[in-house]
């Protein structure tokens, strides 16, 4: 059961380059999730998705573009990367909609560094 | 938006002594408050939630507590140990069907000294 898994997990590029992060998860949950994870600033929601085709932006899109053509994928990509997109990038995803949320099963995380 | 504050922001205590986490939010509609913990270089996992019907929950150790009037909770670990070295975030959810989403506080680094 390899459950919720991202890649790259480690990744360096330049000012400009597109980047795209991958999120694969085996559960079929509905719910998917992107944040990113910076000092001080915490978790903070990119964008999200409710199910295939459907998605939403989160406290800070901007610069960023999601996809979800297949309930089990939802990559991230960074058009063109810039200095201030350095940071660590996490994958979630939870199973239940509904009234209320449930529990957010994170990905191992995708430390991106953009020189 | 919802806007979730957590305090504080480093914490350490002596091992076998108790934390606590403080966290406030803005919105009323929040009904949903969970605690996840990270590990250094691990990825956040679900360690306790309440909601907003609740005003307390235990699970051995950990504890968090809910003042719906003042809107704020708190996580409460008692009888620390050094693997409870971590850092701690708390976050508060509203309940807009289809709009289920997460705002998390900055976090706490909590360290335990043996």
């Known amino acids: 059961d390899a459950g919720i898994t991202q890649s790259p997990r480690y990744k360096i590029t330049e000012t400009g380059r597109q980047v795209t992060l991958m999120c694969h998860q085996t559960w079929s949950h509905s719910y998917m999730f992107w944040y990113r994870q910076d000092l001080g600033h915490g978790l903070r929601l990119i964008y999200y998705s409710a199910a295939a085709d459907i998605t939403d932006k989160g406290e800070v899109p901007d610069g960023y573009v999601v996809s979800r053509s297949k309930t089990e994928n939802f990559p991230l990509t960074l058009e063109s990367a810039t200095r201030s997109q350095t940071s660590v990038y996490f994958c979630?995803?939870?199973?239940?909609?509904?009234f209320g949320t449930g529990e957010l099963f994170f990905g191992e995380g995708s430390r991106l560094t953009v020189l | 938006g919802e806007n979730v504050e957590q305090h504080p922001s480093t914490l350490s205590v002596q091992e076998g002594d108790s934390a606590v986490i403080k966290c406030t939010y803005s919105d009323s509609a929040s009904n949903y408050f969970p605690w996840y913990k990270q590990e250094l270089g691990k990825r956040p996992q679900l360690i306790i939630d309440i909601r907003s019907n609740v005003g307390e929950k235990k699970d051995q150790r950990i504890a968090v507590t809910l003042n719906k009037t003042a809107k704020h909770f708190s996580l409460h670990i008692t009888e620390t140990q050094p693997e409870d070295s971590a850092v701690y975030f708390c976050?508060?959810?509203?309940?807009?069907?289809?709009?289920?989403?997460?705002?998390f506080g900055t976090g706490t680094r909590l360290t335990i000294i043996p």
């Open positions: 976050a508060a959810s509203q309940p807009n069907f289809g709009n289920e989403k997460l705002t």
């Open positions: 979630a995803s939870r199973p239940t909609r509904g």
